[in-house]
């Protein structure tokens, strides 16, 4: 009794102490301008005078507590990164699960794993210098195409060594008989194979979903003002009377975590097939 | 036969130019009798519909006149872009496209006399240097015009990132130093619009730091009677830093507005933003000035003097807030604003933003209508009173080395920034863009904004402002010294070991740079610095 009393304490308070961040933010979404920071007054976890004006700020770019008007309102952005965010996931996913299961197969070029893993061994900074410096050249700074397209490429090493596990782990004789039964390698990959890891190809794409929504670094050097996403927006949101906008910022964190919750709650029952698959041998 | 090539830039460019042709012609928004009419006698541009606007109207014989008619004639002739691409931090944006007082704003009026439109891409004060670098590394010319820090001007020149802009200068005649209208010395237009004896940049800011105060604490008697007990003189803006320090440990722990526990010392004091609060005091350090740098281009930060203001400067965080190390300008603006502090030296705006009545009436914060300004402190050497302040940041506007349209972008460039259209622009209180010329000082709007009382101020403050590091390595130079300056405010160095170790760095830094480059820089930035000494 006094173990488990232990134990649920012990839970509790690590709970606690990761929830204290996204709940600080939680709580500084709903704070007015006067009390986001101590050099105002006193600092309180909880807001004093609740308000919703942060989120109007980033809406419609004009909040009652705030002097000077924003220039540019979440909705672009926002749009930016839905479109650049599912776009390199379809690219990633489609590539990498197409790549793996050739890899998984034919058991040819299997040096393509580590060839991908290039892309992640060295610090993302020294990858994206020259990245900038072609996509400059051939046009691609500021486009959507661009930043999707960067996004499919770095985060195909996750979908195909993911994939590749999920492929590895599921018996070719299922396949082998479906070729028997008169299918191409191509419909028995497309009616059989695809069907029964479509978990396995949904856990990973939430996965990588949620890596290119949060990128900050790839979007901030690829993108000038058309194509921004919701991190560099979010970095961006200062004004000259306020300094950093620490209420807007939180209050459009909130709301980023809104698209990864809805994707992940609407795959939810290939999730956990998805995750726990391939974790046993045969 | 005559071969004609035609390319792809060259196509783009004559539609861009039979675009805008087009629009000034064809577009009724462009047509010139109706926005003449709306001119004053003898104007030929600018601002019309609120009353005042014939204050920042021109014609040719102006310096925007002039940058107007040139941009006409180039639309005219085919060889104007469509537009023209500006990078400026986001804090400045409002200043541009955001109507003032009513009426059109800064960016429409350009639009609608030259038919070129602006395009402004905006980034944080704290990472628009990392995209000017950005955008020289790739070479891309997707900026025509970047801003930046007066501070990485040489840096940028050095990088081959600025267009030298002396053939523009001669030709369109800016009134960047006109003697009634432009900076208040001609030594000031010089240490803003040059490096290395050429003109690269235009000045659009004011970085002075300036010393503002809560005037009701200094008045009040529950504060003024005990100090004087104490400290054997009347609570007055102090004319040292000594007295300085005094009055931020008498206010420390005191009561102030609304109850709020008083931190005497405001300064801001992060990584960045409190360094220039260092370098005031460190200039003081001796008659006229203690210069970074000795006259063989030595560093002089383990010097007596240096390790004395490093020294002064850490235990000056006995009277902040305990979050101070973590505050930025805005915080500071905040911490008077609410009457935790008493004063600060800071940027000018401040009084712009703190200083002032919401729409419907209400003040903006509880130090609304307290404040005041006073000349910076500084350091009595036995009669010599050297006060001294630093220009620190400014906000400074160049052409791209990789535009493809240098002369279009620098004639807005010269636009912006020449008398007229900036005291326009800087008494709007949607941006930072601060009031730096003599013609700004004598403006309502801009006086309406920041205030009567910091008029005077700010430009003798500008007559006693040293000059922080703009040459080349100065963000090597700055960054050393700033992590030593945190360790010692954190504790991790003594200051003695701090200044000893910058000193080192910034040693290294010049070898690294290369003596014969970095010297010269040296010995000819101190030709900059205010020699204003008063007997104290």
Known sequence: MTGLLLRTLAVAFFAALA??????????????????????????FLPKDPTLNNFRYVFTGNSP??????????????????????????????????????????????????????????PPLAVMIPVMIMWSFLGMIDTWWGLALIYGIVTLPFSYWLMKAYFDELPREIEEAAIVE?????????????????????????????????DYLIALLLTRKDWTTIPVYMNALATAASGQLYGAKAALGLLAAVPPIILGISIQRFLVRGLTFGALKQ | MTKTNITRRGMLKGGAAMTALGAVGINPRFVRPAHASALASGMTGGPTGFPGAERFQYNESHSEGRAIEAMKKMVAEGRAPAK??????????????????SGPSVKEVWEAETGVEIEIVG???????????QDVTTQS???????????????????????????????HQPDWADEERGTPTAQTAELLYKYGGDYYGASLDGDFQTLVYNKSYFEDSAHAKPFEDEYGRLLAPPSTWEESDQISAFFTGRTGLGGSKIYGNGNDMAPFWGLPRFYARFAAQAVPNMYWFDE????????????????????????AHPDALSWTYAEGYAGIGSGQTPHLTTYTNVTKFVDRMNADGSPASAAAGQLSAYIPPGVNHDGDLVRRSVIYYN??????????????????????????????MAGNPAGYFDPFQKANFSEQFVEEAYHPYMMDTIRETIARSAPTINFAGQTAFDSALDEELQAALTGQKSPEDAMRAAQRKWERVIKRKGEEKMIPAIQASRAAWPTLVEKG
Not at chain 1, 22 to 42: L, V
Not at chain 1, 191 to 214: G, H
Not at chain 2, 149 to 167: F, I, R, T
């Open chain 2, 141 to 171: 010319g997707a900026f025509d015009i970047y801003t930046h820090p007066w501070n990485s001007l040489g840096d940028l020149v050095e990088a081959g990132g600025a267009m030298n802009l002396n053939d523009f200068v001669a030709t």
């Open chain 2, 123 to 133: 980034a944080p004060a704290g990472d628009i240097w990392k995209r000017v670098l």
């Open chain 1, 19 to 44: 929830l204290l961040p996204i709940s600080w933010m939680a709580s500084m979404a709903f704070k007015p301008a006067a009390e986001w920071t101590s050099a105002a007054g006193g600092l309180t």
């Open chain 2, 395 to 424: 906000i400074t506007g160049t052409v791209s080395s990789n535009s493809a349209n240098p002369e279009a972008a620098y004639l807005f460039l010269q636009w912006l920034s020449s008398t007229r259209v900036y005291s326009w």
């Open chain 1, 182 to 214: 008169g299918c191409t390698p191509f419909e028995a990959f497309r009616q059989i194979t695809l069907p029964i890891v479509a978990s396995a190809v949904a856990s990973t794409a939430l996965f990588i979903f949620i890596l290119n929504w949060s």
């Open chain 2, 296 to 319: 063989e281009g030595r560093p002089n930060l383990d010097t007596d003097q240096a390790i004395k203001a490093a020294s002064e400067y850490v235990k000056s965080r006995e009277w």
């Open chain 1, 65 to 122: 507590d705030q002097m000077v008007g924003l220039d540019r309102t979440v909705w672009r952005p926002l749009y930016a990164s839905l479109l650049t965010a599912i776009s390199g996931t379809l690219i990633a996913v489609i590539c990498g699960t197409a790549a793996a299961y050739a890899v998984s197969r034919e058991r040819v070029h299997e040096s393509i794993g580590l060839s991908l893993l290039q892309l992640r061994i060295f």
């Open chain 2, 84 to 101: 023209i691409t500006m990078l400026l931090t986001d804090g400045a944006i409002g200043q541009i496209t955001q109507p003032f007082p």
